[in-house]
């Protein structure tokens, strides 16, 4: 498989999973242009393109909290990544270990691993 | 949480990750209108929106391959679902159990859990 194989989307972007390896635990989602993709590949951390902010975004160049890449699975489409990595401290900016700490069916949020404003307050 | 706090984009959709409630295989992810999301809820099986066909599309509607829901979540910017769920048969239209089973780094595809030419026949 060939990275040119895979389907971006209309503005250049595909969507990228995030997974914890060891305990399967969704982390969170995020989009890769091309070049965040061939960042990732290249140093084995991820790099993502903020949509927000129209830029490449390094994760955990602020908080140090990065992941290391072990696997990049792509679906049956070529329109959708699963990244397998190992999580330094939490994924989510709110301090949690996952983006995903709250549900619809839930009746209590997941706790925090960090706190985001010692940890953010650095950068 | 309400539905209508949830981020749906400039076309109406919301990406939703599938996930294996027990082994926590990522096993697909597709997309979720208002609609779809509600009837999910309502039944607790999950229904997508079908973008290249653009109507409702019930899962297993063809092959028996239903998800039945345990949980949603949402992720911090509320504009992403992780729905955990019981997945009968395979998830994915070729016979794979997840639509994630070839890899960039991977040496090896996954093995099939049923025979898509056998199962879609059918419908």
């Not at 925090?112 to 010692?118: A, G, H, L, S």
């Amino acid at each position: 498989m060939s990275i040119s194989n895979l389907k971006f989307d209309e503005k250049g972007l595909i969507p990228a999973i995030i997974q914890d390896a060891e305990t399967k635990e969704v982390l969170m989602m995020a989009y890769m242009n091309e070049e965040s993709l061939r960042n990732t590949i290249r140093t084995g951390r991820t790099c993502f393109w903020s949509r927000s902010r129209q830029e490449l975004w390094w994760k955990g160049e602020s908080s140090g909290n990065i992941q290391e890449v072990e696997e990049i699975d792509y679906d049956c489409d070529g329109d959708t990544l699963l990244l397998k990595v190992k999580q330094t401290g939490g994924a989510c900016h709110t301090g949690h270990k996952s983006c995903f700490y709250r549900g619809i069916k839930r009746e209590k949020e997941a706790e925090k691993v960090f706190d985001p404003e010692e940890v953010y307050k650095k950068a």
